[in-house]
């Protein structure tokens, strides 16, 4: 798939997501719920390639997980947690298209957050979209806000490519 057909099939199951669960937005529910359903859309118009949510596994690392490469004065900044000496991040996003059991077929990542979700929590999430299209060469990240309550509806959609976010207009084709 290339870069329009990658969006049209993402803002295809995201529209249908809106329409179908919107409940789960208007009462604010679980951020893994609202990622839980849009997978399921994701999963019909991604045919080609397996879709997860939280999946961790990575065969290129020793652990087999996914493992970015954060700073760790970045990781201290944005914590919600204390850092300990010997962690690490053991990164869950919160869906990918890819084909499983190999680092070649990484496709799509994307990190989902409500607006009402804590600023830091945001910022991570972009650090991580950065380093998930670096460091694992997904084509393309997607964050994605979504309006809940009253907002519902509403959504903000930032991309990335090679680590870095990118306008619309400067994505490059795959």
């Keep these: 798939m290339n870069l329009n057909e990658t969006k049209f099939a993402f803002n295809q199951a995201l529209r249908i997501m809106l329409e179908n669960d919107k409940s789960l937005l208007e009462r604010n529910l679980s951020e893994r719920s609202i990622a839980h359903r849009l997978g399921v859309y994701l999963n019909e118009t991604f045919p080609l390639f397996n879709i997860d949510c939280e999946y961790n596994g990575d065969v290129d690392s020793e652990g087999l997980r996914k493992i970015l490469n954060i700073p760790r004065e970045i990781m201290e900044e944005l914590a919600v947690r204390s850092i300990n000496d010997n962690d690490t991040y053991n990164i869950f996003p919160d869906i990918i298209v890819h ?44 964050y994605l806000e979504l309006g809940t309550g009253r907002a519902t509806g509403a959504f903000e959609v930032l991309y990335f490519q090679n680590g870095e976010q990118k306008e619309e207009e400067q994505l490059l084709d795959f």
């Design 99 to 142: 084909e499983r059991e190999t680092n070649e077929r990484n496709h799509l990542v994307i990190e989902i957050k409500k607006t009402n979700s804590y600023q830091k929590l945001r910022e991570y999430d972009l650090i991580k979209l950065k380093e998930f299209t670096n460091q694992y060469r997904y084509n393309l990240g997607i």
